[in-house]
Structure formats: structure tokens, C-alpha cells
């Protein structure tokens, strides 16, 4: 299958990931405060080892070779989108609010393009930077609620710091990821990448979970517990393997525009599970963001 073929199940493998992403957005702020940010981290994505071994280790093992001469850029991946991403996030989502967590991850396609023109010498089509922007127009729409001024009032503190941080490591993880080996399976790469990044994870939750944990988890509540599981299964298996697909056939640029889909997803979900309604501004920004990623995605840009 040629790849101009390939590009809508590109697109629909970066979908369902930044539909999972959505939920981790809403389950992290009803988390944040009950776990803390390493901890929650680790018990995503330690479980989500786990079944990843059970299921890819011995492509993993038989893939070895190959895997070595790109240790270096799947540490660094591991640790911008699976360990800061997250948890740098969860951190600051127990001192901001969703919309300023949210805002700032809406910037990350257009902060992409310019890191790709600054340090790849990638340049911008005009028609590509015009979706972003209109994809962008559409996020802080529904940000806002429809009211610009509610912009004016944002103030930065620890957690937004945090929130910007998380958001500064995912567009470094969407330019980096060009990087990814190309002669190894998506499943033994994620493998791999997860490994690594537990492995760095560790010692700080280890910290954690006797300065702080080791008390707060015996409380949590099973729908707490039931949430976690989301998390393993949802935003971290499944979304970073397609994610990690539909970059390898869309590219950075117009993949990375995807992004904006992932708080379209959470206004929805707080629409269908914290049965908030549906305003006039959830349908502005929808069109919006959708004629911006359809602007992006359109093939004779390929």
C-alpha cells in the first residue's frame, strides 16, 4: 500500500489517540489531587509495561540488535513523552485549572513548525501554518467558552509553569520522534521506549511513595482505582501506539496539528461524564478545529 494511500488510517490512528489523551485529561484533574504526579505516572505506565512485555517480548528480544544503535533517541523520546509529558502535567494540573493545562497543550502544534524551521531547517507551508492557526483559533475558543476576555483573567502560577512544561516536552517529543528506527516493528519501539522510561521513573517514585504514597494509596475509592486502569490501557498503550503510527505516515508537521483534537475530546467527555451541556461555543470551536486539520491534512500537500 502506497503511503498517499496510508494517510487515512494515519490520521485515524492520531484520532483515537488524541481521544484517549482527552480522557487522560479529565481523569488526571479528578486524580491530580489524589495521587501524587510520579506516583500517578508510574502506576500508568509500570502495568502498561508489564502487558507490553507479555505481549512483544520476545519481537522485542529478537529485535535487540536494531534496538542499540537507537538507544540514545528512544531514552530521550521516553523521557520527554513518558515521563515529563505526564507527570510534569499531573502536577500541574493539582495547581491550574483544565482550560490554562488545556490552552497551553493548543499551542504545540504551532510551537512544532517552529522548531522544525529553527533546528531541522524544515520549512512552512503557508496553507499548513494557516490550518495550525485555525485549529489553534478553534482550542482557544473553546477554551475560553466563547469569551475572549476569560483569557485576560488567566494568572500563571506553579501549576501553569508545570502545565507549560508538560506542554514544551510533547512538542519536543513530535519533532524527536522523526528519529524513531525505522527498521523495528511500532510494537517492539514502544516496548522499548516504555522499558526505558520506567526505568528512569523509578528512583522518583520510589522517593515518593515512601515520602508521601505509601499513605494515600490504601485510600483511594475503585472507581479511583477503576480510573488508573483507564490510564494504563487507554492514554498509555494504546494511544502512544497510534500516535506513534500516524506520525510514521502523516509526518510531524500536519500530525502534530492532531494535537488539537485532544481538548476538543475532553470538552466532550466532560460533556458525556460530568454532564456539562452543549453550548453554541463547543460547535464554533468544532468547525474550527476540523477545517483547520482538514486544511493541514489535505493530500495534494503531501
Not at 504551532?110 to 503557508?126: A, D
Not at 464554533?284 to 500537500?301: E, M, N, P, R
Amino acid at each position: 500500500m502506497s503511503k498517499e494511500n496510508q494517510l487515512p488510517i494515519g490520521y485515524f490512528s492520531l484520532i483515537c489517540a488524541t481521544a484517549f489523551w482527552g480522557g487522560n485529561f479529565v481523569l488526571g484533574k479528578l486524580l491530580s489531587n489524589a495521587v501524587p504526579p510520579v506516583t500517578l505516572t508510574f502506576l500508568r505506565w509500570f502495568p502498561a509495561l508489564l502487558i507490553l512485555l507479555c505481549l512483544f517480548f520476545r519481537q522485542t528480544l529478537q529485535s535487540w540488535h536494531s534496538l542499540k544503535s537507537s538507544l540514545g533517541v528512544m531514552w530521550l523520546l521516553g523521557i520527554l513523552g513518558v515521563v515529563i509529558f505526564p507527570a510534569s502535567l499531573y502536577q500541574g494540573l493539582q495547581q491550574t485549572s483544565a482550560l490554562n493545562a488545556s490552552l497551553y497543550l493548543a499551542v504545540v502544534p504551532v510551537l512544532v513548525l517552529l522548531l522544525n524551521l529553527l533546528v531541522f531547517k524544515e520549512s512552512i507551508k503557508p496553507i499548513i501554518l494557516l490550518g495550525a492557526v485555525l485549529s489553534l483559533i478553534g482550542v482557544t475558543w473553546l477554551l475560553s467558552r466563547g469569551e475572549w476576555q476569560r483569557l485576560l483573567h488567566l494568572e500563571l502560577n506553579y501549576g501553569d509553569l508545570w502545565a507549560i512544561l508538560s506542554a514544551m516536552s510533547w512538542a519536543i517529543y513530535c519533532c524527536v520522534i522523526r528519529f524513531k528506527p525505522h527498521n523495528i516493528s511500532n510494537t517492539v519501539f514502544l516496548t522499548a521506549l516504555v522499558g526505558l522510561a520506567v526505568l528512569n521513573l523509578l528512583p522518583f517514585f520510589i522517593y515518593e511513595l515512601y515520602q508521601e504514597s505509601v499513605k494515600l494509596l490504601p485510600n483511594l475509592t475503585i472507581s479511583q482505582w477503576s480510573g488508573i486502569a483507564y490510564l494504563i490501557i487507554g492514554p498509555s498503550i494504546l494511544s502512544y501506539a497510534f500516535w506513534n503510527y500516524g506520525i510514521t505516515i502523516v509526518g510531524n508537521a500536519k500530525g502534530a496539528v492532531m494535537t488539537n483534537f485532544t481538548p476538543l475530546f475532553a470538552a466532550i467527555f466532560s460533556i458525556l461524564f460530568l454532564g456539562e451541556s452543549i453550548q453554541s461555543f463547543h460547535v464554533i470551536s468544532t468547525v474550527f478545529i476540523c477545517v483547520g486539520v482538514l486544511i493541514c491534512s489535505y493530500k495534494k500537500l503531501s
